[in-house]
């Protein structure tokens, strides 16, 4: 790549025009399309999540104000109203088939090492509150509005591994099912997708799953396990839901876990189908729960997920979708590059160099030491 090429192209170098454009003619992206076409649209949000734009007006007055810059980027500077009327009306399930391409890319390029021998999948989901005079369609309580993204996330590598979104008034205990499963996973998730029937399912899947077990279950002892010995596991036992429902719904045996941890001193009660895993595992396992919970933070605090360009559920599903795969095409260029400083480091500093033309690993060098000898004579008799 060449030294003309700018920060900007260096992240979408990983993306493939003719697979793109396969895309884009899947979907009918560029029919009928005059000016800003879907490449075009997707660079000027990559601009506005890199730039994090606060509306459509203040995305038109950046790329005007750096307009003699935009060509060696690939772009046009838009009206405010064809960005919008794209948004409505490109299929957001362009950049969903994209954001896949790329993860598969992603997830070929981790060759570290797994903290677990089956693949660990933690499968959690994240509120984002809109309001509901101006997202009608986005029905959460009688007078809110929100959106759900539901991910299951690969802790070791820091990638999702699958991702959509529903309106909030969906449950995160009907989507459980939803969830891709391959015989020999693990799932990992907190008690808000309690459902036994979906437990079974996933057993019988041939998925191991670890979870936190709802206060009012009631379990029928069958063994009391011996774990003097473990760090921090208090009882373990083996039994069977004793009410009606939850035995009906969960006909085979559970194994519960009690775990003292010893920094808060806290209490939990781990819930898992898996027999074999010693009982310091199943704690460790779902200790690991909390790494989606940083990724959510993170997603939130740097990426333009909270706020949206466009009102429609087309516009706000593309907005998403996006910024996904800026997060991707950030982990990439951080993996291809040997980039040691964080994401939210990274995310700092294209902000203000996106339109750079440099290397995107120069960025990160630390600057020349200044010689001793150098001299400032316009602040000579100031300093």
Not at 20 to 29: A, E, R, T
Not at 159 to 184: A, Y
Request: net charge positive; charged share 25%.
């Amino acid at each position: 790549m060449n030294k003309y090429n700018t920060i900007l192209n260096y992240l979408s170098s990983q993306i493939s025009r003719y697979d793109f454009k396969k895309i884009v003619n899947k979907h009918d992206g560029d029919k009928g399309v005059r000016t800003l076409t879907t490449e075009h649209l997707f660079k000027t949000m990559i601009f506005a999540q890199a730039t994090r734009a606060f509306s459509l007006h203040e995305i038109i007055k950046s790329l005007n104000a750096n307009h003699s810059k935009l060509y060696h980027s690939g772009m046009i500077a838009p009206k405010k109203s064809t960005i919008a009327d794209a948004l409505n009306k490109r299929n957001s399930e362009i950049f969903k088939d994209l954001f896949y391409q790329l993860l598969a890319a992603a997830n070929s390029m981790y060759s570290g090492i797994r903290k677990f021998k089956s693949q660990l999948k933690i499968i959690d989901a994240t509120t984002i509150d809109l309001c509901l005079s101006k997202f009608d369609w986005a029905h959460f309580r009688k007078a809110k509005g929100a959106i759900k993204l539901h991910v299951s996330y690969d802790s070791d590598c820091c990638l999702p591994t699958e991702v959509f979104m529903s309106t909030g008034q969906k449950h995160e205990s009907d989507t459980l099912l939803d969830f891709s499963r391959s015989n020999g996973e693990l799932f990992v998730f907190d008690k808000g997708y309690n459902s036994y029937k979906s437990f079974w399912e996933l057993h019988l899947s041939g998925i191991s799953f670890v979870t936190r077990m709802k206060k009012n279950a009631k379990i029928e002892t069958l063994e009391v396990l011996d774990t003097r010995q473990a760090d921090g596991v208090r009882r373990e036992l083996w039994g069977t839901f004793s009410l009606d429902k939850a035995k009906a719904e969960y006909p085979g045996t559970i194994r519960i876990i009690e775990y003292r941890d010893k920094e808060t001193g806290k209490i939990y009660k781990f819930l898992t189908n898996d027999f074999e895993r010693p009982a310091q595992e199943i704690a460790d396992i779902y200790k690991e729960r909390w790494q989606i919970e940083l990724f959510f933070k993170w997603i939130k605090q740097n990426l333009k997920i909270k706020t949206f360009f466009g009102t429609s559920k087309n516009a706000v599903w593309s907005q998403i979708w996006i910024s996904l795969i800026l997060y991707l095409l950030i982990w990439m260029m951080k993996q291809l590059h040997g980039i040691q400083e964080p994401l939210q480091r990274i995310m700092q500093v294209l902000k203000t160099t996106i339109f750079d033309r440099c290397h995107i690993a120069d960025l990160f060098k630390p600057p020349p030491n200044l010689k001793n000898n150098v001299s400032f004579p316009l602040f000579e008799g100031i300093l």
